[in-house]
């Protein structure tokens, strides 16, 4: 081993399920890149280790992992979501089976600590709250231990710029910079205030330019995306941060154009709309849930329940912002169908990109230790497997209170209205009709990769991948050419999310037809044994045999 001065860190990125709604494979080959987003974690932890500690990154989404890499370190790094449990496990073991010690931080680990007891090291909570503690381990010799930040203490005004060096721009559609950590709402659902708390804590302005800055000066352009868990959780420094972050793109013509993830209450604010505008924010993602108030207010999500949610997301249109959304099927307090109510949201609200998904009770919330109490959840209902990416295929992981059926039912009924090609051709056109560009940089900047491919050459690979949805997209980018070419960017962009979005529906609705059909035979059994024990009944005082367990 070499010397405990000049340690050795291989840092490496498990693969994601590929049975994910994330998975945006075929997008990424349009344009020339492997998958969409980069490891924002891992750079960020790298950057806090010892500077004369030796770090390579491998992310197995994008690239193989040797032997070679393996041997050349002396201790693997390694770490990440639910979505990554099962490659993560995997890795461990291929790490053990070369003599070198694990590693493993990151959200899923911390929740589901457990889970991990085959790393060597478990480093659980905010990096920045216990690394310190974990160097001193491990150059005084220690080599196995469980480390745990204290909660939401972390000064992220302290945190050093991510090296960004150590990334291949050139495999991501993306680049993710955080702003700032928590959320100051309740969502029952939700992981993130158990993880980062209710109280967001926001990184100084210098501190997010020079992070800004280190990219550009490392020759990236494009699309950065702002990893935060509400943006606007903290408008107050946020406020006093897009101004300058205004000035310094000007200066720079436009290096970059940003998306983030926001509260829909964003709506409500014209000043931020206009700040975030003059930021060059393009697009936005937003936790709409459910379009039934009650369901909003069950699972403690009441900030979606003061507006018109559609008039909501048209405002963000007319900001010149597109939204993509999340929606969440299998609420206890959905009492009916719930199929139809979505799906005419999502056209009325126009959003293409609609991530649908099951009701997924994830490790360590407050939901989860509602059907603890209740004994409803499912045994190892935090454990990951090779067939479940994400909420959309995983089903569900507790009992439901309407029937499981009813549920899938709905679910699919959505998938199928909303990723028809004509319908999502729909809402792209209508989506075009509101989209305010006016006053934005016309042009991308020289070496962005989306310059790759012209945008008449972008159409034609998009629709000869999907041949159902040739007719209806053609149709949709001339007409947003004719009626709003500022637009057509975004057009194209959302089309090629299709590309993965349409099959991906597909898979889920193949899955689900599969899950309704054990439910059916499960069914039927039951219908059967019940018959043969009413059988059983009847003829037991024939028979003379007793009849037990019968009611």
Known sequence: MAHLDSTKVLMVYPRFSKATFWNFAVACELVGARYPAAPLGLITLAALLPRHWDIRLVNRNTEELTDADLEWADMVMTGGMLAQQVDTLELIEL??????????????????????????????????????????????????????????TVDVTQTPVPRF?????????????????????????????????????????????????????LGYRGHVDF?????????????????????????????FEFSTEASINMADDDELLKLMRDANFFAVFVGIESPDPKTLVHTKKKQNTRRNLANSVHKIYRAGMFVTAGFIVG????EVSIADAMADFIEEAAIPVSMVGLLYALPNTQLTRRLALAQRLHPNH???????????????????????????????????????????AGRLERLAGMLDRSGRPADLPKGDKRLNVPPIEM??????????????????????????????RYVMMLMAFYLHLGPYAKKVIAAIDARLAELDAEAELTVG?????????????VLGMPVLGLR
């Open 95 to 152: 790490c053990h089976a070369h003599g070198k010690p694990v590693v493993i931080g990151g959200p899923d680990p911390t929740s589901s600590p457990e889970i991990y007891t085959s790393a060597d090291f478990r480093v659980l909570g905010e990096v920045e709250g216990i690394i310190g503690e974990f160097i001193a381990a491990w150059e005084a010799g220690e080599r196995a231990g469980c480390l745990t930040a204290p909660k939401f």
């Open 165 to 217: 060096d150590l990334l291949k721009f050139e495999h991501y559609l993306y680049v993710g910079v955080q702003y700032s950590r928590g959320c100051p709402f309740t969502c029952e659902f939700c992981d993130i205030i158990e993880l980062y708390g209710r109280v967001p804590r926001a990184k100084t302005t210098p501190q997010m330019l020079a992070e800004l800055e280190a990219l550009y000066q």
């Open 382 to 424: 935090d454990v990951a497997t090779p067939e479940t990416g994400d909420h959309c295929t995983a089903t569900t992981n507790f009992d439901t209170l309407r029937p499981l059926r009813e549920v899938l039912l709905d679910y699919r009924r959505i998938l199928e209205r909303v990723y028809d090609p004509a319908a999502f």
């Open 529 to 541: 044994s019940g018959r043969e024990a009413g059988r059983t009944a009847e003829m037991a005082p």
């Open 459 to 488: 159409v034609h690979k998009i629709i000869s991948h999907l041949p159902e949805a040739r007719e209806p997209f053609w149709r949709t980018f001339v007409k947003c050419g004719k009626s709003n070419p500022a637009t057509l």
């Open 227 to 255: 990893v935060d868990d509400n943006l606007i959780g903290n408008k107050k420094a946020l406020r006093t941060f897009l101004p300058e972050l205004a000035k310094w793109l000007k200066q720079r013509d436009y290096p």
């Open 331 to 334: 609420f206890d307090s959905e």
